[in-house]
């Protein structure tokens, strides 16, 4: 069973940081692109940031040079560092597993970053 686990979110105030997690199993990690996407209330879902499978990243301009996403391999992880965070980065984060030519893309549960003003 593919999973998609992430850990992170949270409160933070305007100017701070967060790191978000996420732990995927049932998938050849390492042979994966990987994403962050968002969501706020009543927008649309949006690309944050991707990873290839050799490491090549590529971000919204909204967020970078603030933002970083990064994997390890090892762990099966990938990571989204959030830094200098705004208002308006206000949204239900999700981790995605990038569709390949033979298999299917694949959603974490998403998890709440609230940043306060």
């Known amino acids: 069973q593919v999973q998609l686990v992430e850990s992170g979110g949270g409160l933070v105030q305007t100017g701070g940081s967060l790191r978000l997690s996420c732990a995927a199993s049932?998938?050849?990690?390492?042979?994966?692109?990987m994403a962050w996407y968002r969501q706020a209330p009543g927008k649309q879902r949006e690309l944050v940031a991707t990873i290839t499978s050799g490491g090549i990243t590529n971000y919204a301009d909204s967020v970078k040079g603030r933002f970083t996403i990064s994997r390890d391999n090892a762990k099966n992880t990938v990571y989204l560092q959030m830094n200098s965070v705004k208002p308006e980065d206000t949204a239900v984060y999700y981790c995605h597993a990038v569709p390949g030519i033979s298999s299917g893309g694949y959603w974490g549960q998403g998890t709440q970053v609230t940043v306060s003003s």
């Open positions: 049932g998938i050849i990690f390492s042979a994966r692109a």
